[in-house]
């Protein structure tokens, strides 16, 4: 019979039990929703960290943008401004036939550069000359402003000396803009004596509109770039136009990365803490039963168990339970406890550590374990990162926490947040650094260069700026696939950072396009040398699968502090000698030089002039009349354009094509040319036909067939009389696309014919494939001809090739009387060159017509 005196005692020590474990569960949940509720601080704290990257980039980039607005307005007005005509004919008198009517400074400004508004202020601050949207009125400036221009007007003046013009923002309706104003100057015209009188001064207003602005905000990657609304200026994303914002502030919307981490991150955490929280709440049952089923036991037994032994039982199945382990060291730090979750997490034996020091398994970055222990009023609630090494040799992180136990030691926690650390700094090496390639991305170039240029580089040991663009890289995406346009990037992003040294750095910017920044050289022979070396390892051919793609590469090179001390405008250097490269036949490099900046307003001159041309009706007409060489016979004739320029006289194609095909103007000067071909050659008589040059850029844009179709609807043409040449590189580019247009423009009823064959490499396969009536064979298989058997078989090959496709062959070139009789002795069907005929402009051509019509007519057979 039991002791009815222990019955209570039972009873309590079983109700101590249940409290104790739960106690300690509840901490311990506690503890894990410290940890989630600190992971889900950390993916907020990342997320606004991200969205103020972005904004702070974006933010850049707006400035970017404005700052080249105000760049090409000083530019523009500095055009003007300094030239001796228009000092002529705007400030000694003041000529509107000369500035408006023949469109010197009249509505092409608005047409073609958007200003708005254009005025001229004489010496006295009057408006004697104002332009308003194009059209030609009597404004004032000022009134039309709506405000005073005796601080613009001043500092243009100030400038005239050193022709420097100036510009400024200002605020007209509630819209801002841009102000550049210069005052008119002879320039260099030594034609011109300057008066001594106030300078007049030249205005250009450019009205910074919702749609000007979008424009300008995509050319540099800003998004909805707008006038800021009256509740946005308190905002982020504002930029201050003007003093304080006197005219206006742009608002834009940046990207915001932040609200995709917390979408994917929130509801995983949340996931997590879910499925954690259910599993305490089945430990939490599971230990309750346990510790019930022990007090039961322990009411058997009565004394023969110890409350403390109880209580170490007890304490040992929650912390087993728990997914830390458990630690317990001595005055010496050597360990006297550790939990069996010890050897699951660290995959190390408890047995062999026991007595062993903390010091050997555990390190901080700052010193030992046991130093921060020691260290005075340690608060009990902080914890410390440490590294160890499991038992497969890696390196493990864990997040240990510790309180004293008096003169006893220490003892706490300690959590494996490996893979947290690793995810925090996968996300801060991707913020810096390219996700393709893992070569430092824009922002860490930008950091990097701005670090190396605060040293102040000398011109003994300057900083080397090295702007990279891959050629022939486009074949390889469009012919291999993007896949392996990857393994072409990453390949060649492996071979530049093999060929520099350690400090310098390699960035990737762009597509195809890298950055070079070169440190400690000693001068421009290891530059060059260097240069070699890049374009030696990128011209290697590359596999992929069981193909090769080859590459080769375009450099320009900018130094500090020869060339720019600042980052902005060394990257613009480096670009500007990069063109250089590229219109220098690429696979080259060049170093940047001051006329090269000058070669670039000449060409953007020349764009705008073309521009202008197109529309007004400069361009002209020659046509090479193309003969039957059997019996002289005039079949045809090519049309050939030309570019009347009213300062630098005819220039011919091979300068203005390349810019109108770089430009996108090559698709009205096509329609212009095939208009004008077509109307003229309806007037000839019915057996005669003009052939038109197409450019490659037509395939890949611009509605080639319709735009064919109603050139042949407003001539009315007969199809049958229209020949279309294109050359091989169409086919090169995308001959699926080619085809489907070749074929869709033979069902209109003109002839195709290849131009210019032999000169690429597998001719041969798209004159079987490809529909066309006719080739033409290039002018420097003639030029080379020589008196040797083997140069005739190369002709005659040529045109028994065509005669075996049923193509109708050409020779381009005919320049001698050998020449014709070479070719009449193969049997080739046409030919066309200055022996025969020069390009003849229209009136000569309808001249040799009517001539030809007369001797073929019956009265004079």
């Not at 400038?159 to 550049?180: Q, S």
């Not at 170039?445 to 605060?454: H, M, Q, V």
């Not at 844009?701 to 001539?715: I, K, M, P, T, Y």
Request: some cysteine; proline content about 4%.
């Amino acid at each position: 019979m039991s002791d009815p005196t222990a019955s209570p005692v039972s009873f309590a020590q079983r109700r101590s039990s249940v409290t104790i474990i739960r106690a300690s569960l509840f901490k311990f949940v506690g503890l894990l929703t410290g940890v989630f509720l600190l992971t889900g601080y950390l993916l907020v704290y990342l997320a606004n960290d991200l969205d103020r990257t972005e904004e702070a980039e974006s933010a850049f980039y707006t400035e970017k943008a404005v700052r080249a607005l105000e760049k090409s307005v000083s530019t523009t007005v500095k055009d003007y401004a300094f030239w001796g005509d228009a000092y002529r004919h705007l400030h000694l008198a003041v000529d509107t036939d000369w500035a408006y009517v023949s469109q010197n400074l009249g509505p092409t400004l608005y047409a073609d550069f958007g200003f708005q508004g254009v005025f001229v202020v004489n010496d006295a601050d009057q408006t004697v000359y104002s332009v308003i949207n194009g059209e030609l009125q009597s404004v004032d400036a000022s009134a039309w402003l709506k405000q005073s221009l005796a601080t613009v007007l001043s500092k243009a003046r100030a400038g005239a000396k050193a022709e420097t013009p100036t510009t400024t923002f200002v605020n007209i309706g509630g819209h801002p803009a841009l102000v550049g104003a210069a005052a008119i100057t002879p320039g260099t015209d030594p034609a011109v004596e300057a008066d001594d009188r106030t300078p007049s001064v030249l205005l250009f207003i450019d009205v910074l509109e919702g749609p000007r602005l979008d424009a300008i905000g995509r050319d540099f990657g800003v998004d909805r770039l707008r006038v800021a609304a009256p509740d946005e200026l308190g905002g982020r994303s504002v930029f201050a136009l003007g003093d304080d914002g006197a005219a206006g502030s742009l608002h834009w919307n940046p990207p915001e990365p932040g609200e995709r981490l917390l979408g994917m991150g929130l509801p995983m955490v949340g996931i997590a803490a879910l499925l954690v929280y259910l599993m305490a709440w089945a430990i939490l049952r599971r230990t309750t039963a346990s510790a019930q089923a022990l007090d039961a036991s322990y009411e058997s037994l009565q004394t023969s168990q110890s409350a403390l032994a109880i209580s170490e039982a007890r304490f040992r199945d929650v912390v087993e339970a728990s997914s830390d382990w458990v630690w317990e060291i001595d005055r010496q730090g050597r360990f006297t406890y550790l939990s069996e979750r010890f050897e699951g997490v660290t995959r190390l034996s408890r047995q062999a550590w026991l007595g062993a020091s903390m010091d050997d398994l555990l390190s901080t970055e700052l010193g030992s374990v046991s130093q921060w222990l020691s260290i005075p009023n340690r608060r009990p609630d902080i914890s410390v990162q440490c590294r160890f090494v499991d038992t497969q040799g890696q390196q493990r992180i864990t997040r240990l926490s510790a309180r004293a136990m008096g003169e006893l030691g220490f003892r706490g926690t300690a959590t494996d947040v490996t893979e947290e650390v690793e995810s925090r700094r996968r996300i801060e090496f991707l913020s810096q650094h390219d996700a393709l390639t893992g070569l430092p991305n824009r922002t860490r170039l930008r950091e990097f260069l701005d670090g190396k240029l605060k040293t102040l580089p000398t011109v003994e040991r300057p900083l080397v700026m090295l702007s990279l663009d891959l050629d022939r890289f486009k074949p390889v995406n469009d012919l291999l696939g993007h896949a392996a346009g990857d393994a072409v990037l990453n390949k060649i992003s492996s071979r530049l950072a093999s060929c520099v040294r350690h400090g310098d750095l390699v960035a990737r910017i762009g597509g195809d396009e890298f950055v070079l920044i070169l440190t400690d050289v000693s001068g421009q022979d290891e530059v060059e040398a260097l240069c070699q070396r890049l374009i030696d390892s990128i011209e290697r051919p590359i596999r992929i699968g069981e193909q090769e793609a080859f590459v080769s590469a375009s450099i320009g090179i900018a130094m500090a502090p020869t060339d720019a001390n600042e980052a902005t405008e060394l990257l613009r250097y480096a670009d500007i000698a990069l063109y250089e490269a590229k219109s220098g036949g690429r696979n080259t490099w060049r170093f940047y030089a001051g006329d090269m900046n000058s070669k670039i307003v000449e060409r953007r001159r020349l764009e705008s002039d073309l521009r202008f041309a197109i529309k007004h009706g400069e361009l002209r007409l020659h046509f090479q009349p193309r003969f039957r060489i059997a019996d002289a016979k005039m079949v045809g004739a090519e049309a050939l354009v030309r570019w009347q320029h009213p300062e630098r006289g005819l220039i011919a194609p091979d300068t203005f094509i390349p810019i109108a095909e770089e430009t996108g103007l090559i698709l009205a000067l096509s329609n212009w040319v095939m208009e004008s071909a077509f109307r003229y050659a309806a007037s000839w008589p019915e057996p005669l036909f003009v052939s038109v040059n197409l450019s490659p850029t037509e395939f890949k844009r611009g509605n080639l067939v319709e735009r064919v179709q109603r050139a042949l609807h407003d001539s009315g043409i007969e199809p049958s009389r229209v020949e279309l040449e294109i050359t091989e590189s169409v086919m090169l580019d995308d001959a699926p696309g080619a085809l489907d247009v070749m074929r869709t423009l033979k069902r209109l009823g003109v002839r195709i014919a290849m131009d210019d064959f032999g000169t690429g490499y597998s001719s041969l396969s798209y004159l079987r494939t490809f529909p066309f009536d006719g080739l033409k064979i290039d002018r420097s298989f003639l030029s080379r001809l020589g008196a040797t058997e083997d140069d005739r078989s190369i002709i005659e090959a040529i045109v028994g090739l065509g005669h075996a496709l049923s193509l109708t062959v050409t020779a381009e070139g005919i320049e001698t009387q050998e020449h014709l009789a070479m070719l009449k002795s193969v049997l080739c069907d046409e030919g066309q060159g200055y022996f025969l005929s020069r390009p003849l402009d229209t009136d000569g051509f309808s001249a040799l017509v009517r001539v030809t019509e007369s001797a073929e007519s019956p009265d004079n057979a």
